[in-house]
């Protein structure tokens, strides 16, 4: 059976692997991207900022914890995670994601 796709080329279940492969290339520069957008703000994160500071920049945390006087915020999961630590108000440390 011939379809109106024919005029490209082979073809995988109806579709043109010209297409697919089209296809394809949008979804992996729309996932980098996003990919991109997530991790830009970590560029702006500096010691001394406040709390309220951190929120405007990076959203709300995913997770918060707290060891002796130190509150982590943690953002994103497994490898990918970043945190930012506070002591008295201030950001005294963090830790980008990995390509941040």
Same mark, same amino acid.
């Given at each position: +059976?011939? =379809? +109106?796709?024919?005029?490209?080329?082979?073809?995988?279940?109806g579709?043109?692997? %010209?297409?697919?492969? /089209?296809?394809?290339?949008?979804?992996?520069?729309? %996932?980098?991207?996003?990919?991109?957008? *997530? /991790?830009?703000?970590?560029?702006? /994160?500096?010691?001394? +900022?406040?709390?309220?500071?951190?929120?405007? /920049?990076?959203?709300?945390?995913?997770?918060?914890? *707290?060891?002796?006087?130190?509150?982590?915020? =943690?953002?994103?999961?497994?490898?990918? *995670?970043?945190?930012?630590?506070?002591?008295?108000?201030?950001?005294?440390?963090? *830790?980008k994601?990995?390509?941040?």
């Amino acid at each position: +059976m011939v =379809t +109106m796709w024919a005029c490209l080329g082979p073809e995988l279940f109806g579709i043109p692997f %010209v297409l697919l492969i /089209l296809i394809i290339i949008w979804a992996i520069a729309s %996932v980098a991207d996003e990919r991109e957008k *997530r /991790l830009k703000p970590w560029h702006n /994160l500096s010691t001394d +900022m406040s709390p309220e500071s951190v929120r405007a /920049l990076l959203g709300p945390p995913d997770q918060v914890s *707290r060891s002796g006087n130190q509150e982590v915020w =943690t953002y994103g999961i497994g490898p990918t *995670r970043g945190s930012v630590a506070f002591e008295q108000g201030k950001v005294v440390g963090y *830790r980008k994601p990995p390509g941040a």
